[in-house]
């Protein structure tokens, strides 16, 4: 995985962001924004062009839910069901309940699980205990 791959998904997601956002065409914005976002969080969590096995899972399922939430957002029919869910309209819902908290809940837990793995490198380790004088035992 190298930097220049995902700054070119990046760039190219960009692009079809803007063109869905000027054509008027949500479900193509639906698609193209999880890419746009998973493409700058696997550029920002790259360590020496590698990514860790717990962020290549919470990366994924991420996307995954991101983009399963913003094409149910634009492909639900608000004429078939007008009720309410948990007291929002079902687009709002999905967006407040699935697009925002259900990664926030997903990548806690991985990020909890895993960071000693994938977040902080031996060399990180060694540098704070010969800062601090202090020794760090993960295991």
């Not at 220049?4 to 190219?12: E, I, P, Q, S």
């Not at 890419?35 to 990366?59: D, E, H, P, T, Y």
């Not at 839910?65 to 309410?84: E, K, R």
């Not at 809940?105 to 601090?132: M, P, Q, S, W």
């Amino acid at each position: 995985m190298k930097n220049d791959l995902w700054v070119k998904v990046l760039l190219v997601g960009a692009i079809i962001m803007l063109i869905a956002q000027v054509a008027k065409l949500p479900l193509l914005f639906a698609i193209s924004f999880p890419v746009v976002i998973s493409a700058w969080m696997i550029l920002g969590a790259l360590r020496k062009n590698k990514l860790g096995k717990g962020l290549k899972f919470s990366i994924s399922i991420l996307y995954c839910i991101w983009t399963i939430g913003f094409v149910a957002m634009n492909l639900i029919d608000h004429s078939v069901f007008n009720g309410t869910v948990l007291g929002f309209m079902p687009g709002t819902a999905i967006m407040i309940y699935i697009v925002w908290l259900l990664p926030f809940f997903v990548g806690t837990l991985v990020y909890g699980l895993r960071f000693d793995k994938d977040y902080l490198a031996d060399e990180d380790i060694k540098k704070f205990e010969n800062k601090t004088d202090e020794s760090i035992n993960l295991n």
